[in-house]
């Protein structure tokens, strides 16, 4: 009697159970046919493997990860789709939401380091006034350059270059240049037991200046004009001016042509030179930093 009460007593429990969740279930599917994933995520998790709730709850996840997603929740859309895995286009969501926060992290201006390019701007002046640019290194003259990037979320970004004093720059390569005939010319004519000042009187002038024009018909400005260095470093800066949108792919940035990379640790980004740029610039990456 005893045992037949107990059997009764359980399949009433199981039965009850059984109701309600067939009513939950039923509950959770309006909720979701309302559009409220919310409240038949909530219900569905707790019906556990009932009919084919797991597979409702994963619909539900993917649809509160897309509203995520265009509300512009990254953080927790990404996480929701890296958790739904291959289904769907989670996946693909999980790299746009990714894309999206870096656009959303490098955004704002940004400067380089600076870069001595000297040598890239001297290279076509190297057949006319040979061994210039390690003359120039020896006497601490060099021409610094820095990039200023900035990044918009809407994708678009804006890229100038600047050079650090060129008005100086230019004043100190004359200089240079001037004593670097000087000292070429006074070592030739020593040879021949003549000193500048001899030279000078012989050419009827009074300094390097007047004896370059004597000897090449241009002053030392008209020659380092004719070369064409100052328009030629302007135009490079022109040339690296852009103002356009960027992509992102892989967690790559590409700018103009540029391959560029966040580093979330030191929240800087670092631009990659090719093998060309590489051996132009002297560096394998140039870091640029937060202004």
Request: with cysteine.
């Amino acid at each position: 009697m005893k045992k037949g009460i107990a059997l009764i007593l359980i399949l009433t429990m199981i039965f009850t159970l059984t109701g309600c969740k067939s009513s939950d279930y039923k509950s959770a599917v309006k909720a979701m046919e309302d559009g409220d994933y919310a409240a038949a995520a909530q219900k569905l998790e707790a019906l556990d493997d009932y009919q084919d709730s797991r597979q409702l709850l994963k619909q539900c996840r993917y649809a509160l990860a897309v509203e995520d997603f265009n509300a512009g929740n990254f953080e927790s859309a990404l996480e929701a789709f890296r958790d739904l895995g291959s289904y769907i286009d989670a996946a693909s969501y999980a790299a746009q939401a990714q894309d999206a926060l870096l656009r959303r992290r490098i955004a704002g201006g940004w400067r380089s380091d600076v870069l001595d390019v000297t040598e890239l701007f001297l290279a076509g002046a190297e057949s006319q006034m040979e061994g210039i640019t390690e003359g120039l290194e020896a006497h601490d003259v060099s021409l610094k350059m820095v990039l200023d990037c900035t990044f918009a979320e809407d994708g678009t970004c804006s890229v100038s270059a600047s050079v650090d004093d060129l008005d100086g720059f230019m004043e100190k390569l004359n200089a240079f240049f001037r004593d670097m005939m000087e000292e070429t010319l006074e070592s030739e004519f020593a040879a021949e037991g003549l000193t500048l000042d001899q030279v000078y009187a012989a050419l009827g002038v009074s300094d390097m200046d007047g004896a370059f024009q004597a000897m090449t018909g241009m002053t030392i400005q008209e020659f380092m004009d004719a070369m064409s260095l100052r328009e030629l470093i302007e135009a490079a800066m022109e040339e690296l001016k852009y103002e356009g949108a960027f992509t992102i792919e892989d967690g790559v940035i590409q700018c103009n042509g540029g391959k560029i990379r966040y580093n979330a640790e030191t929240d800087t980004l670092e631009l990659l030179v090719n093998g060309e740029e590489q051996e132009l610039l002297g560096v394998e990456r140039l870091s640029l930093s937060r202004k």
